[in-house]
């Protein structure tokens, strides 16, 4: 395939990989590279879809895209690392090699294992012959100090797994086999993490919450969990910082926290760093003065109980709405069509419980600071 990656790089513009599309593509790929038409139509698919994960003219598969950690959040994890004083990463699930830019440019020796054949010609071809890379079991340790750094895969059967213990390979099995050495294992941010006694950081890009990073103690400094916001500038909470806040009736505007700040439990302390309050102690809804930077919120306009939202909405003129709900049992989508909105403005709807009450709150559109 690599003699091939100026061919295929100068025929994937023309390749829409549409559901309109797939014989016309079918035609020009068969033309181009005969047998191998298939096997580029899904290099071509893969690498789209891992786009802003490493760079476009690397090999891959469409599993090893899906799992592979995008850039910025590779460099989260290597800088952690690096500021522990490790000085040699080995990846015991490298597939395609995905993390080891943002080690080597941390100023560590990385070393990756794998026990797919396929995936390490990948990481061979990505990373250059100087990469050191070997074909090893993830449970059977080829590599002695340093820090241990496993990707488990996440899926099976098509279904996420939200339980350590049938990650693959099991979470207690990796810990197991690496006894002793510093770990830090990328997991699905929706893992059942309560019992891990070193650091938990979930990390997000762009509002979209991408992993949940377990680190071992001595890669913590201290602390037990945290939340990574990557978006046009990055913001770190952890639960070191304050967790003092009120909870208050709305105030001018509406504020989600980021899904990150949510899933690690920190929304006490993000809302205490930026002055904010919260509708409710066990909602992640916050209120305040300002939207803090980087983030969006909904400017208050009035409360009604849920029952009452529908007039309420006509009464304003909407048209359309954006409706977060948290607490209360409510599907968005179906309640929009409830309420048959024929009005010409914008506006936002967050439904929450406070209280015993359901409690909708009717905002003006979503606005970005």
């Known amino acids: 395939m690599s003699a091939h990656a100026a061919e295929i790089a100068d025929v994937a513009p023309d390749i829409a990989l549409t559901t309109s599309s797939v014989f016309a593509d079918r035609a020009v790929l068969d033309r181009r590279f005969g047998d191998y038409a298939r096997a580029v139509s899904v290099l071509i698919a893969s690498r789209r879809a891992a786009a802003g994960k490493f760079p476009g003219h690397w090999l891959t598969d469409a599993d090893a895209a899906q799992q592979a950690t995008p850039a910025r959040v590779a460099r989260v ?203 409710d102690e066990h909602i992640a809804y916050t209120t305040g003065e300002a939207i803090p930077a980087g983030y969006s919120g909904f400017e208050f306009i009035e409360a009604v109980p849920l029952r009452a939202l529908k007039r309420a909405l006509a009464a304003h003129g909407a048209g359309s709405a954006e409706i977060l709900v948290r607490g209360v049992d409510v599907d968005p989508d179906q309640l929009r069509k409830k309420l048959k909105l024929r009005g010409s403005r914008q506006m936002g709807v967050v439904i929450a419980r406070i209280g015993n009450d359901a409690v909708a709150h009717v905002c003006g559109p979503r606005v970005h600071a």
């Open 77 to 279: 994890r290597a800088q952690r690392i690096a500021a522990a004083g490790a000085e040699f990463v080995h990846d015991v699930t490298c597939s395609i090699g995905s993390e080891a830019p943002a080690f080597l440019r941390a100023g560590m020796q990385w070393f990756g294992s794998d026990l797919d054949a396929a995936r390490l010609i990948m990481a061979r071809h990505n990373l250059g012959p100087t990469a050191w890379l070997a074909r090893a079991d993830a449970l059977a340790p080829v590599s002695t100090g340093g820090v241990v750094v496993a990707d488990p895969a996440r899926r099976a059967g098509g279904k996420r797994i939200t339980d350590p213990a049938k990650l693959l390979p099991p979470l207690p099995d990796v810990l197991e086999a690496h006894s002793g050495r510093e770990l830090a294992v990328k997991c699905a941010p929706g893992i059942d993490y309560s019992g891990w006694e070193g650091l938990v950081s979930v990390v997000s890009v762009d509002g979209g919450v991408k992993e949940a990073c377990l680190y071992t103690p001595g890669l913590a400094g201290g602390t037990r969990r945290e939340a990574v916001v990557l978006r046009d500038v990055e913001e770190r909470v952890s639960d070191t910082e304050p967790d003092e806040v009120e909870v208050t009736a709305p105030r001018q505007w509406i504020i989600e926290p980021d899904g990150a700040v949510v899933r690690a439990g920190l929304v006490r302390q993000w809302a205490a760093r930026h002055s904010l309050s919260m509708l």
